[in-house]
């Protein structure tokens, strides 16, 4: 990939390496005012792509972005496990400074919007424009309008 490529895709969000490198460093940063920089950095970086990412947003690994920040907003009280995948326009908000726990390998579609202290469990899909504000079972499906859930038996292997 030449230069001109990779700044293209830079500029459109594509490649968010750095900005999760300067994410684990300010998490690992003791210094106050260091965590401050690193915060407005990642701020910057992220308003750049019209997104937002809360300072105290917990991540199980480094979610999976596919249109990059745009129009993800993530409150800094939520707390998103390893391996999901999230698209753009999502919104996980927050109500009364409680936002939502959401398990791993998750799907939300776009313009999905979770909101309040609701638990989403693992492997659970979220579909587009799908609103979500109530607590969701593992191996779930949600979906809208209207929204409702979907529910997988899942059946143990036969030895």
């Given at each position: 990939?030449?230069?001109?490529?990779?700044l293209?895709?830079?500029s459109k969000?594509?490649?968010?390496?750095?900005y999760?490198?300067?994410?684990?460093r300010?998490?690992?940063?003791?210094s106050a005012?260091?965590?401050?920089v690193?915060?407005f950095?990642?701020?910057?970086?992220?308003h750049?792509?019209?997104?937002?990412?809360g300072n105290g947003?917990v991540?199980?690994?480094e979610?999976v972005?596919p249109h990059?920040l745009?129009?993800v907003y993530i409150?800094r009280?939520a707390?998103?496990?390893?391996d999901?995948?999230?698209y753009q326009?999502?919104?996980i908000?927050?109500?009364n400074?409680?936002?939502?726990?959401i398990?791993?390998r998750?799907?939300i579609?776009a313009?999905?919007?979770?909101?309040g202290?609701?638990?989403?469990?693992?492997?659970?899909?979220?579909?587009?424009g799908?609103?979500?504000?109530c607590?969701?079972?593992?191996h779930s499906t949600?979906?809208?309008p209207?929204?409702?859930?979907?529910?997988?038996?899942?059946?143990?292997?036969?030895?």
């Open positions: 990939m030449d230069v001109r490529d990779w293209t895709d830079y969000g594509d490649r968010l390496h750095s999760w490198r300067w994410f684990h300010r998490e690992r940063c003791r005012l260091g965590r401050r690193l915060t950095l990642l701020n910057r970086m992220a750049k792509h019209g997104g937002y990412i947003a991540f199980g690994g979610p972005l990059g745009h129009g409150s009280y707390k998103i496990g390893a999901c995948w999230i326009n999502v919104t908000g927050e109500v400074r409680v936002a939502p726990i398990g791993d998750c799907l579609g313009g999905a919007v979770i909101v202290g609701v638990r989403i469990g693992n492997d659970v899909k979220i579909g587009a799908a609103v979500v504000n607590d969701v079972p593992d949600v979906v809208a209207p929204p409702r859930i979907i529910t997988r038996e899942v059946f143990p292997h036969a030895p």
